[in-house]
């Protein structure tokens, strides 16, 4: 999470949607950073507004805003997927080195206690207010990232360039129609979502 205090922006970090190449374009620029630690930098909108969002207020007005990323739903699991492939995962319960796309989206669904490879919640879960409402102030989606940088540079009053950090390494996330189907299906609010984060400045 980063917050500039002048043009009263906090952007939070939804893991995966390319919060490590806009915490290092950014970051110097920020009056205040959370980092390192995924509790920490990965605060979601809730944790933001009970816990952080009160040491602003004596700041006065205007209000902050908060700003996010979106990722299509599908595309954001491979990339769990393939960040967990890595090498240096192998042997940890987290790895998905030995394990299939396919198994990988079934864990993922399974109801109760999940794989420790698959136990990731949903972005929508990230973006909510305490009744369960999106409500962070500007959404984007990752695939439009230009947009993204074009407003930050317009409130931050400067370019704002992203070099690719944090990449995930490749591996095979294809999935027979009906496994995609069930996925789909189960993420089909958070692909509304998506579908409505902005596209253009």
Known sequence: ???????????????????????????????????????IKHLNLRQYRSRIRPLLEPLGEPAFETVAVIREPLD???SWYRFRARD??????????HVSFERFADDYLRPGDRPAHARLGRQSDFLVDNDGRIAVDHLFRYEAMPALTQFLAQRLGKPVALRRSNVSPPAVTDLAP????????????????????RQAP
């Open 178 to 197: 009906e496994a995609e189907a069930r996925l789909r299906t189960a993420l089909a609010a958070d692909h509304a979502i998506w579908q409505d984060a």
């Open 88 to 97: 240096e995962l192998i042997g940890h319960p987290n790895s998905t080195a």
């Open 1 to 39: 999470m980063l917050i500039f205090l002048q043009p009263r922006i906090v952007l939070l970090s939804v893991p995966k949607t390319g919060t490590t190449a806009l915490e290092q374009a950014l970051a110097p620029r920020a009056e205040i950073v959370f980092r390192t630690r995924p509790e």
């Open 76 to 78: 954001w699991l491979r």
